[in-house]
């Protein structure tokens, strides 16, 4: 039997409950239940729903059941009991384990000392793109650059119907998501008002791994 789509998420963000690293579904469930105690499943779903979590993190709600099981199974968390409420199924309810709690401290220390070195493929994209029409170069900026426009319109009205809802340590989480949409179109703006130079780079062979085997003593491999 394939993974499903849960797992293949779980797979792709590299999770592992055997590891500090900083894993935002892992910080995610064992910070909500050590704050609101005992939860099945669902309900933590239903948490990063109306937190919006896809919006702002790399969390996928439909990756909460297979990382409590995960995580169960590391003895970070541990199931209670099961109850049934009327028609619904029968569900199973979770609390942190004292493991889990120093889990936690060690996942939350990390994500707020460490600074993130995040890579875009795009950039390394960018960089081997000579063989890639002009027009059709310049089309995948333009389309970033308004995709991103829309995203940042979105940020700000999302962020200004939540903001009577919201502390002040969550309007600032909004805000940094803001302020880091609105480098990306600035970025993308003067990227694609350099594109003629970029493009023309690529004509004249400037740069590139290709460049500087031919010129094995140029100042980049100097340095």
Same mark, same amino acid.
């Given at each position: ?99 889990? $709690?120093? &889990?936690?401290?060690? #996942?939350?220390? !990390?994500? /707020? =000392?460490?600074?993130?070195? @995040?890579? %875009? +493929? ?21 389309? $970033?650059? &308004?995709?991103?426009? #829309?995203?940042? !319109?979105? /940020? =700000?009205?999302?962020?200004? @119907?939540? %903001? +009577? ?59």
């Amino acid at each position: 039997m394939g993974a499903n789509k849960a797992d293949l998420d779980l797979l792709l963000s590299d999770y592992s409950c055997k590891t500090n690293r900083v894993s935002s579904i892992r910080l995610f469930i064992l910070g909500t239940l050590a704050s609101a105690g005992p939860l099945h499943g669902h309900q933590i779903r239903q948490q990063a729903q109306s937190d919006r979590a896809e919006n702002w993190t790399d969390i996928r709600v439909g990756s909460v059941y297979g990382a409590l099981k995960r995580l169960a199974s590391e003895d970070l968390v541990r199931e209670v009991r099961t109850e049934r409420v009327g028609n619904r199924p029968e569900r199973t309810i979770y609390e942190i384990t004292p493991e889990g $709690r120093r &889990a936690l401290a060690a #996942v939350k220390d !990390a994500a /707020l =000392r460490e600074l993130d070195r @995040h890579y %875009d +493929p795009f950039d390394l994209a960018l960089t081997q793109s000579a063989d890639i029409a002009d027009e059709e170069l310049e089309g995948v900026v333009a389309n $970033r650059l &308004a995709g991103l426009r #829309v995203r940042l !319109a979105s /940020l =700000r009205h999302d962020a200004e @119907h939540a %903001d +009577p809802y919201v502390n002040e340590a969550e309007r600032m989480v909004l805000q940094h998501f803001i302020d880091r949409c609105a480098t990306e179109v600035n970025w993308h703006e003067e990227l694609l008002a350099r594109l003629p130079k970029i493009l023309d780079d690529f004509r004249n062979g400037v740069g590139g791994p290709t460049f500087r085997l031919q010129n094995p003593d140029s100042k980049a491999d100097r340095q």
